[in-house]
């Protein structure tokens, strides 16, 4: 079972894992709020073992069922809300999906006894770095908004069902990640949008904050390397070693669409610095060592590759792209599943 398949990183790692792994059977548990979109998943939906579910991972009695039914070996807990923005408007929310949540399915894991529970966390739990030094799995967690400490308290929660009850667990913390099917209220396919669009691209405080970028692909297969190999109650780090400042970032990107489009006269002159926002972490920074060592993880794509394959993705899904901007594809669930 994959709990939030229908966001960014999931729907990679669903279509990843069905394309390494056919003997799998894959249910996706998503309860298809702002960020989970369906269209994500278009291209496998028919695939026959593939299944949606649409719930919340806090509706016990759900998440009871699906294990029981079918026979669930694995849970890989992605649901989450993770925009910090949207954490400090509204803190309440991720306290309820991204830690009551965690508990619900953590106590479904060991009633059934499940062969593995995989929580997907984030560096943001670490906090913040100077200029020098790298986060390793021994940081000791230091969260600086409503949305890391909702991670960082999962993450405990998970650690403990190890320590207390030998449930087999592993949490994986990664960088920013960037790809495909990216929710466009994040970084990069927001610089795309505004840019192909004529639109300011808002960069907060001094544009200098860094952080450590990792290919969702890439992601998806350290995943799966942690998921078969991981070592019961471990910790792996997974990060791109693609350290850019957020200013680095945007010009790269508005470089390589006015290469692709000329004609829409894409420039540096849409960059707008705004305010910073509160709990900024000036640099993350991941050390990889671990996975590395352990599992004989690397990452494969270089940020100028990724960089390139993901700019022409956006060009090529303009229609996805728009739908997301336009709530199309929240009208339609409210059509289907009624409202959200």
């Not at 829409?264 to 990889?288: C, M, P, Q, T, W």
Request: aromatic content about 10%; glycine content about 8%.
């Amino acid at each position: 079972m994959v709990t939030g398949g229908a966001g960014f990183i999931g729907s990679n790692f669903i279509r990843f894992m069905l394309d390494n792994h056919k003997k799998y059977r894959i249910i996706n548990l998503d309860l298809l709020t702002y960020a989970g979109n369906l269209e994500n998943l278009k291209d496998i939906e028919t695939n026959a073992n593939y299944s949606f579910i649409r719930g919340d991972i806090c509706d016990r009695s759900l998440v009871e069922r699906i294990v029981s039914e079918n026979n669930i070996d694995y849970i890989i807990n992605f649901a989450a809300e993770s925009h910090v923005d949207r954490s400090i408007k509204d803190p309440e929310i991720f306290i309820k999906s991204n830690v009551l949540g965690t508990q619900v399915l953590l106590d479904i894991a060991k009633k059934y006894n499940i062969n593995k529970y995989l929580q997907i966390s984030t560096d943001e739990v670490y906090g913040s770095l100077g200029s020098t030094g790298y986060f390793t799995e021994n940081t000791p967690l230091s969260p600086n908004s409503p949305y890391s400490a909702s991670k960082a308290s999962a993450d405990l929660l998970v650690r403990a069902y190890y320590k207390t009850f030998g449930l087999n667990v592993n949490i994986t913390r990664c960088s920013n990640n960037y790809g495909p099917y990216q929710f466009p209220e994040k970084l990069i396919p927001l610089i795309i949008y505004n840019a192909i669009n004529g639109k300011k691209i808002p960069v907060y405080g001094d544009g200098l904050n860094i952080r450590d970028w990792l290919h969702v692909n890439d992601h998806c297969s350290a995943i799966d390397s942690v998921l078969h190999n991981g070592k019961i109650g471990e910790v792996y780090n997974i990060g791109g070693n693609n350290e850019k400042t957020n200013i680095e970032i945007v010009k790269t990107i508005i470089k390589n669409i006015s290469k692709k489009l000329p004609q829409r006269g894409v420039s540096e002159s849409l960059i707008s610095f705004i305010e910073d926002r509160k709990g900024h972490d000036r640099r993350y920074a991941i050390d990889s060592t671990k996975i590395s060592r352990e599992l004989g993880w690397e990452p494969q794509i270089s940020f100028e590759e990724g960089i390139g394959m993901t700019v022409d993705w956006y060009l090529k899904n303009t229609n996805w792209l728009n739908s997301i901007i336009n709530e199309d594809y929240k009208n339609y669930y409210q059509k289907v599943y009624g409202e959200l």
